[in-house]
Each structure stands twice: as C-alpha cells, then as structure tokens.
C-alpha cells in the first residue's frame, strides 16, 4: 500500500476500500505510518468525510487495533455511556459508579481533553495517586469484584484509538462525523457490552454545532453498535452552556462530588438521572435514592481507593489543586442571565491550561472556572458571574475578558 496515494485518493473524495482503511490502521498501530501521514489523512477525511461502509470499517479496524474484555460467564449485565463532548461535562465521574451501586457491570473506558471539551481521564488523574493506565486482566478483576473500572486506552487496548485520538486533539481533526463515531465506537465495541447510551452534545460547546449534524452522528453511531450486536441509544442534548457550574479538571470533580453527595447543579443531576435510567435496568427513583443517601459516593470512594486514590484526599481536593490567582468576575448591570456561551468558556478554559496544545503537553488540574451563573439567574449589578482560577493576573485578564463575551445579561 502507498500512503500518499491513499491520503491523495481520500482529499479528491475517493471511496477507499475496507481492506485498505484496515491496513492503515494497522500500519499507524504498529508505528510503520507516521504521525504526518496519518495527521494529513485525517484532515482529508475532515474535508471529504466517509461513508457508511468506510465508516464501519475504520470503527472495526480501530477496535481490532487491540485486545477486548471477554466477560467471564454469568456476568450481569454490562453497560456504559459515552459522551460525544461537551463543556463542564463531568456526568462519568457520578454515573459509572452509581449505575454500578444498580448491579451493573460498567468498564469504562474514556478519552482525555479534546478540543474545547475536557476529558474523564484528565479529571481523575486530578485526584492523586489515580491511575487509569490499567491492563485488561486489571480491569476484569476489577469489574468482578466491585461493578466499576474507569480506565484509558493502553498500547494493547484501543491502541489505534490512543494514538489517533491525541492526534486529532491537536491537529484540528476533531469535528469530523466519522472520525468521532469510529474513536467512540471502537472503544466501546471493545468492552464487549450489553447496552450503551450515547449522549450526543450539539451546540456552540459541542463538536457538532446544530442537532441536524447531532442527529446524523447519533443515527450512525447507533448504526454501527447494533451491528455489533450491542443494544444502544442515543440521547441528544444542547451544549448552548456548560454542564453545572465548574469547568475545568479539578473543579469538574469537585461538582461531581457534590452530586454524587446528594446536592450539586439541577441540570447535571438530571442529565446523569436521564443516561444512567437508559441503562441501569432499575426505576429513576432507585438511581435517585442511590445519589442522596451516599450509596454512589460510597461506590466511588472504592473506584478511587482501587484505583490507587486515597478517599481522604476528595474533601481536600480544592486544597491540593489551588491555582495561584483565584478571583471573581462581577455583573456589569443587573438583569436575567441570557446565555452563558458554552464554546467560549471552553475555549477560554483551555487558554488558562486546562486543555493541551501539543500532544506531549500536560495539563493544569487547578484552573478553570466555578460558581459560573446558569441561564435564567437573576443578577445584581456588581454580583459575581463567576470565578476564575488561573496560574497567573495576565491569564486572569485574558479569561475575564473572554468571560464578559461569553456571558448576557438582559433586563
Ligand atoms: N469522545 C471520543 O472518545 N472520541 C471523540 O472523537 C469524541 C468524543
């Protein structure tokens, strides 16, 4: 196979055949195709996009990139949800252990920062001592034992997915409807699941910007998943403002923390509520119950102490992670909050260091933004729209002024 010809064939539009996408993957897999290779064919596919039959064969040569979970016999039912992206998105930190708590099985397996959009494995490495990079063996024993493992792709699971997916982060390839649907599906086909739940984000927040584009990443992904034999639905929802009122990795935590208390944001107990009640197996009231009288906390005290967390660190989690400048952001007039624009806060989130800008880089746990106002509060003149966390005042500046775009008030 000649990569350039195929990356040239792909940007004038071409169909490639299964048996070519397959060797590719294998190829960047292995590391006989470089980074620069496999970067410019995924901004041919951005440009060009795929078709379904191209589509599914990248999906399932991604996931035959590496190892699959085999569930012992007997198992109950295993499940998941992923999410397409979004801003303040933390609803994996509260539903993986909560629908566990209903006697499900949920091996999770989850992506770092994308985009604007930040990343379940960047949020639990904000807890120290939290280790994702577990091996399959690991995770099986895990899941036998207590219901939950939230873990990352490693060199032998969803390698392609691992590679490309860093890749993507920092080329400008994300928002591609093929690209996003076989990263997805190609790792959940490899945890060998009953159901999964698709939770598909469209909005200035999310990957795809209207609910058209929404509907056709959803119906593909669907599309995909059954043919694999697996049961999956897919809830659409607006990313017009963020999840709850905390973005950024250890923020994000902390609001998770809070729900899985009982307490935090409406909004992101009732986005968790609507994915977990499409897989759990068991009535809304139940997951309920879970949520407020500490069950699901209890669970995700076990995840992390399994996963080599100390409990005892999560009250203290604002300590460990307490960025140097932390200020308010006041309202300029009073009124009723219009739009907390979701895409600007998230681009703003990433400036403060929340995200990554190379693949080698690392990310900041402590900045971001908390105590964000929801659409529909009412304000006071002078009261607090919000409160940054940044490394520094100049950052402080950049992310204030980003702030008072991102958010209207009207009268
Ligand atoms: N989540 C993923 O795992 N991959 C994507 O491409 C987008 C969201």
Redo the contacts with the bound molecule.
């Keep these: 196979m000649h990569v350039p010809t195929l990356i040239a064939r792909k940007r004038e539009g071409e169909e490639l055949s299964t048996g070519e996408i397959r060797q590719l993957i294998e190829g960047y897999t292995t590391g006989e195709i470089p980074d620069y290779q496999m970067s410019a064919f995924a901004m041919a596919v951005y440009f060009r996009g795929m078709t379904a039959v191209e589509t599914a064969a990248l999906t399932k040569a991604m996931m035959a990139s590496g190892d699959c979970f085999s569930h012992r016999a007997g198992h109950p039912p295993v499940v998941d949800k992923?999410?397409?992206?979004g801003i303040g998105d933390k609803v994996s930190l509260i539903l993986a252990p909560l629908v566990a708590c209903a006697g499900c099985w949920v091996p999770m397996v989850?992506?770092r920062g994308?985009g604007i959009?930040g990343?379940t494995l960047d949020k639990l490495e904000s807890i120290p001592g939290f280790n994702v990079r577990i091996s399959l063996d690991t995770a099986a024993a895990q899941l036998d034992r207590l219901g939950v493992v939230m873990m990352g792709q490693t060199d032998r699971f969803c390698p392609a997915?691992k590679k490309l997916?860093s890749l993507?982060d920092v080329t400008g390839t994300?928002p591609?409807i093929a690209?996003?649907?076989?990263?997805?599906m190609s790792?959940k086909l490899s945890e060998t699941l009953d159901r999964l739940v698709l939770d598909v984000k469209y909005g200035t927040g999310a990957?795809m910007r209207t609910k058209k584009d929404a509907e056709t990443l959803a119906a593909g992904m669907v599309a995909v998943g059954r043919e694999m034999g697996v049961e999956v639905t897919a809830l659409l929802h607006p990313m017009s403002e963020p999840t709850g009122r905390a973005v950024g990795n250890a923020l994000e935590v902390i609001e998770a923390l809070e729900c899985l208390d009982g307490r935090g944001p409406a909004d992101l107990r009732q986005v968790t509520l609507d994915l977990s009640e499409a897989i759990a197996g068991v009535p809304r009231a139940e997951l309920e119950r879970m949520l407020d009288d500490g069950t699901a906390r209890r669970k995700f005290d076990e995840l992390v102490a399994t996963q080599g967390g100390k409990p005892e660190d999560l009250p203290r989690l604002a300590e460990i992670h307490r960025a140097p400048v932390i200020r308010e952001v006041h309202a300029p007039a009073s009124g009723v909050v219009g739009k907390v624009d979701a895409g600007m806060i998230g681009q703003a989130a990433l400036q403060l260091g929340a995200g990554r800008a190379k693949a080698s880089d690392g990310v900041d746990f402590a900045v971001g933004f908390d105590r964000l106002v929801k659409t529909g509060d009412e304000i006071r003149h002078g009261q607090p729209l919000c409160r940054i966390h940044a490394r520094n005042a100049v950052d402080f500046d950049m992310a204030e002024a980003m702030v008072e775009r991102a958010i209207r008030l009207r009268d």
């Design positions: 992923h999410s397409t992206g989850s992506g994308l959009t990343g997915d997916y993507r994300v591609s690209l996003i649907t076989a990263s997805i790792k990957f």
